[in-house]
């Protein structure tokens, strides 16, 4: 296995500095100068203060039982190296006027190694429903290799996120000018939020999505109305960003597996959380979607129609098809809840390794390879992945709160009350460790 990956590493570097080659000599004028860099003086977001102790995510805290363990944070910037950042814009409320609100939106952004590293890492992606958009996919399944953030944001926004991301990597004295051409197909997944937010009024400027590049940090992660997730429904409740690890133990060695995710997917009537149905059981608390875009708030209607973007980090040395295997497995995760993958529901996920690095030019900078045909260390992975995704989109449903957007239309949160005492009576609430 090890040297058949490594002859094709060869070809697809090949590949990979002949398309490199092509847009070189496509965009080489520009080169010289390079936009200037934003003076942004944001703040840093939430998930920069360090934690002394190990945190766990907000529905462990309200007893939500999990399987698995969790590294400290109980977050994707468990796997060493990953940084996040985000902008989240709330702003005006009352009656929609495109171009000036309300504004319920916002921008996730993962840098696998940091936002100060030059390096690219090995992916590999997976689409249960592709009624979507995921920018700078086509590249990171041809060759496997993954340069610069993964960014999440609202469908409006992608032009933006992804001319942000450029703009910014591209600043004089950032990256050496031979290194920029790694930046120009940036990742930039979207789901839609519609219901709350002025999407055709483009409401995002450069100068936020440099705001959220520029606060990416390692640490606890902000979960719930905010960055990319902060205008979207889940199943019928406020939905929205949400994220978790486990630690993996591997042959005498621990690794971890993290996840983030975007979640706007999902009916009512299929939630199910640790094996309760809790959307069976809840079926009040339904959106309230008051302008002329979305009237309907019934069980099969605006809620299956949305998307689920999931990240998946790990820093076990995967190579991109063993990538591509383990973010088939946010689908997996995702159906726990109940998520089936709607007709017109964009469900997207990348994975990757913080142990495969390459340089510029595509060349490994690790070696080390992992057996896929070493069964217990693949399922090992594979089911910290499942387990992280599925605590990842019930933090994002326990950690959001109630919003009233455009129009005055109105998303609730899952009442947790209501949810503490459905666990209780299925037995299987679990009292949080103090």
Do not use: C
């Amino acid at each position: 296995m090890t040297g058949r990956w490594r002859a094709a590493r060869t070809g697809r570097r090949r590949a990979v500095r002949f398309g490199f080659l092509a847009l070189a000599l496509a965009v080489g004028p520009a080169l010289a100068s390079g936009p200037a860099r934003a003076q942004q003086s944001s703040p840093r977001s939430p998930n920069s203060e360090p934690t002394p102790s190990p945190q766990v995510g907000p529905a462990r805290q309200l007893g939500v039982p999990f399987s698995g363990t969790p590294g400290r944070f109980d977050a994707i910037t468990d796997v060493p190296g990953v940084e996040v950042g985000m902008t989240t814009l709330i702003r005006g409320e009352g009656k929609l006027i495109r171009g000036q609100g309300p504004v319920r939106t916002g921008v996730t952004v993962i840098f696998p190694l940091g936002k100060r590293a030059a390096e690219g890492v090995g992916a590999g992606r997976a689409v249960s429903n592709g009624t979507g958009e995921f920018t700078g996919m086509e590249i990171v399944d041809e060759t496997g290799l993954l340069f610069g953030p993964v960014a999440l944001t609202g469908t409006g926004n992608i032009a933006v996120v992804r001319q942000g991301i450029i703009d910014w990597s591209t600043r004089p004295g950032f990256l050496a000018p031979r290194e920029w051409i790694a930046r120009l197909l940036p990742a930039v997944g979207e789901t839609l939020d519609l219901g709350l937010n002025d999407v055709f009024g483009h409401p995002m400027a450069p100068r936020d999505v440099y705001a959220a590049l520029d606060s990416a940090s390692g640490g606890p992660v902000a979960q719930g109305n905010v960055g990319g997730g902060t205008g979207m429904v889940s199943y019928g409740f406020k939905g929205g960003t949400g994220t978790a690890s486990r630690i993996v133990r591997i042959g005498g060695r621990s690794y971890v597996v993290g996840v983030l995710i975007q979640a706007n997917n999902g009916s009512r009537r299929s939630l199910t959380i640790a094996g309760v149905p809790v959307g069976r059981e809840i079926t009040d608390l339904r959106p309230r979607f008051e302008g002329p875009r979305l009237g309907d708030t019934t069980t099969t209607g605006a809620a299956v129609k949305h998307s689920l973007l999931v990240v998946i980090a790990t820093n076990a040395p995967l190579v991109p098809h063993q990538l591509r295997r383990l973010a088939r497995r946010a689908g997996v995760g995702s159906a726990r809840l109940g998520s089936f993958g709607g007709n017109l529901s964009g469900d997207f996920a990348v994975a990757f390794s913080t142990a495969a690095r390459f340089d510029d030019r595509g060349t490994p900078v690790t070696a080390t390879i992992l057996d896929d045909w070493n069964e217990a260390t693949m399922d090992a992975l594979f089911e910290g992945s499942v387990q992280a995704t599925e605590e990842a989109e019930v933090n994002a449903l326990v950690a959001a709160r109630t919003m009233t957007g455009a129009d005055g239309s109105t998303v609730y949160a899952l009442p947790h009350d209501r949810l503490v005492a459905l666990l209780e009576r299925y037995g299987r609430y679990a009292p949080p460790k103090r």
